[in-house]
């Protein structure tokens, strides 16, 4: 039960941080940023999770696909 408890604190307190720190933020910051998250995820799928950003079938649209999105 306290790692229930604990793991709803700290998750509360990510989200708060993170809104603050949106809020902190100039708007261009912001939307640069936005506008990079499809490079991070395809970026971090291999090392992460183990993902093949250049196999074969979907997988090796990950990189072309971020870059339209």
Do not use: C, K, N, Q
Request: glycine letters at 20%.
């Amino acid at each position: 039960m306290l790692g229930g408890v604990l793991g709803g604190v700290l998750g509360a307190g990510a989200i708060v941080t993170s809104f603050y720190a949106i809020a902190m933020l100039p708007i261009a910051d912001w939307v640069a940023i936005s506008f990079l998250v499809p490079l991070f995820v395809a970026g971090l799928s291999g090392p992460m999770l183990g993902e093949r950003v250049w196999g074969g079938g979907a997988g090796s649209r990950s990189w072309p696909g971020s870059r339209a999105s």
